[in-house]
T-cell receptor, first 111, second 114 residues
Framework: SQKIEQNSEALNIQEGKTATLTCNYTNYSPAYLQWYRQDPGRGPVFLLLIRENEKEKRKERLKVTFDTTLKQSLFHITASQPADSATYLCALDIQGGKLIFGQGTELSVKP | SAVISQKPSRDICQRGTSLTIQCQVDSQVTMMFWYRQQPGQSLTLIATANQGSEATYESGFVIDKFPISRPNLTFSTLTVSNMSPEDSSIYLC???????????FGQGTRLTVV
C-alpha cells in the first residue's frame, strides 16, 4: 500500500534560518505532490504543488523539490519567521482527487 | 478557490449517541471528501461523496458507522453513529479545484466522546 513519511515529528529552528522538511513515499508514482500548512484548530491550507516533471518550484520564501528517483520531496522555508510556526503536511493524489497525507512535521520558529 | 463552512466546530457527545456534521461549499462541486484526523495523527480519508449516488468508503470505514448524505452540489453531511471514545477526532470536509490540483478544507469539527 502507499506510504508517506515525513521527517521528525517536530523541528525547532531559530528565526532567520532555513527550515527544511522531508517527505518520503513508497509504492507509488504520483503525478504530483502537494504541501499544506495546518494551524491548530484549523483545516489544512494549500501551499504548493510540484509535478513529477518539475525538479523545483518556488513561491516567495518557499521552495519545494521533487526527486522521483529517490521518491522524496523537500520543502524549504527561507528566512523563517515565528509566524511560520505550524504543522506542514505533504500529500499525494492517489486517485481522482483522493489525497493521502503524511503525518506532518510541526515546525517551531523561535525569535 | 472555494470557501467551506463546516458546523458544528466542536461538540462533546455521550457515547452511544450520533452526531451529524454539516459541510456547505460556496460553489458547486462534483466530489466532496470527508477526512478524519485523530489526535496527533495525519488526515485519513473516510469517504468520497458524489451528488446523486452513494458515497464511496475507504478501507476501514463503513456506511453504517459513517452515513453520508449529498443532496445537492454544494452540501454534504457526515454522521458519526453510535459513538465511542475512539471516535474522538477532528472531522474535516474537503473539495478540490476544477483541475483537482488543490484541496480546500473546512475548519474541521472537533468531536469529543465521553
Amino acid at each position: 500500500s502507499q506510504k508517506i513519511e515525513q521527517n521528525s515529528e517536530a523541528l525547532n529552528i531559530q528565526e532567520g534560518k532555513t527550515a527544511t522538511l522531508t517527505c518520503n513515499y513508497t509504492n507509488y508514482s504520483p503525478a504530483y505532490l502537494q504541501w499544506y500548512r495546518q494551524d491548530p484548530g484549523r483545516g489544512p491550507v494549500f501551499l504548493l504543488l510540484i509535478r513529477e516533471n518539475e525538479k523545483e518550484k518556488r513561491k516567495e520564501r518557499l521552495k519545494v523539490t521533487f526527486d522521483t528517483t529517490l521518491k522524496q520531496s523537500l520543502f524549504h522555508i527561507t528566512a523563517s519567521q515565528p509566524a511560520d510556526s505550524a504543522t506542514y503536511l505533504c500529500a499525494l493524489d492517489i486517485q481522482g482527487g483522493k489525497l493521502i497525507f503524511g503525518q506532518g512535521t510541526e515546525l517551531s520558529v523561535k525569535p | 478557490s472555494a470557501v467551506i463552512s463546516q458546523k458544528p466546530s466542536r461538540d462533546i457527545c455521550q457515547r452511544g449517541t450520533s452526531l451529524t456534521i454539516q459541510c456547505q461549499v460556496d460553489s458547486q462541486v462534483t466530489m466532496m471528501f470527508w477526512y478524519r484526523q485523530q489526535p496527533g495523527q495525519s488526515l485519513t480519508l473516510i469517504a468520497t461523496a458524489n451528488q446523486g449516488s452513494e458515497a464511496t468508503y475507504e478501507s476501514g470505514f463503513v456506511i453504517d458507522k459513517f452515513p453520508i448524505s449529498r443532496p445537492n452540489l454544494t452540501f454534504s453531511t457526515l454522521t458519526v453513529s453510535n459513538m465511542s471514545p475512539e471516535d474522538s477526532s477532528i472531522y474535516l470536509c474537503s473539495v478540490e479545484d476544477r483541475l483537482a490540483t488543490e484541496a480546500f478544507f473546512g475548519q474541521g469539527t472537533r468531536l469529543t466522546v465521553v
